[in-house]
């Protein structure tokens, strides 16, 4: 019996399909994709604009202290992009970020960079704490070492990011945001 017979096959759509499993833990796409053209996005606050066209803007819901129990980023084109939600968050009922007192499931330290290309969050849960960085125009995010963001915000970005303001759409005057 040759050695690429069906044996052979079996291990490698098992080493196939188990890669592809460790992949798709690795990064999560949360947002479609959003191009935003030949212009030059740029950070304002909670909000990206482009030739002063509103793109996209941050919400916090359930803030709390500089944390927030869901992340989120709203598209012009009214996608939301839920970067993160603590486990009893339900997006159609907002004011659930409310239900549940807990030290843990939280999103904290939001920044992004001022072409939009990157924002980073920090969460905090009974695992631990773990830095994500989410494509604002790619839709995806992916767990980063904390080193990656300083590395970028000091070289590349020369200090030069945006602290997003924590906006709560639920609670909070728009005009503030």
């Not at 915000?153 to 005009?175: K, M």
Request: charged share 25%.
């Amino acid at each position: 019996m040759p050695c690429y017979g069906p044996r052979m096959r079996a291990c490698g759509v098992f080493i196939l399909a188990a890669f592809a499993l460790l992949t798709s833990c690795v990064s999560s796409r949360p947002g479609r994709v959003h191009r935003f053209g030949a212009c030059k996005p740029v950070v304002q606050g909670r909000e990206i604009l482009c030739d002063g066209a509103h793109m996209a803007a941050v919400e916090c819901h359930g803030r709390a202290e500089g944390s927030c129990r869901a992340l989120a980023i709203r598209y012009h084109d009214g996608n939301v992009a839920w970067l993160y939600q603590a486990p009893w968050f339900n997006p159609e009922r907002p004011e659930s970020a409310f239900e549940r007192d807990s030290p843990y499931d939280w999103a904290s330290d939001v920044e992004m960079t001022p072409d939009a290309l990157y924002l980073w969050y920090r969460t905090d849960d009974e695992i631990g704490t773990r830095w994500i960085e989410y494509d604002v125009q790619g839709g995806m995010q992916r767990p980063v070492e904390r080193f990656r963001i300083v590395e970028l915000r000091e070289i590349r970005y020369r200090g030069d990011v945006v602290q997003i303001p924590l906006f709560d759409p639920g609670r909070d005057n728009p005009d503030r945001g």
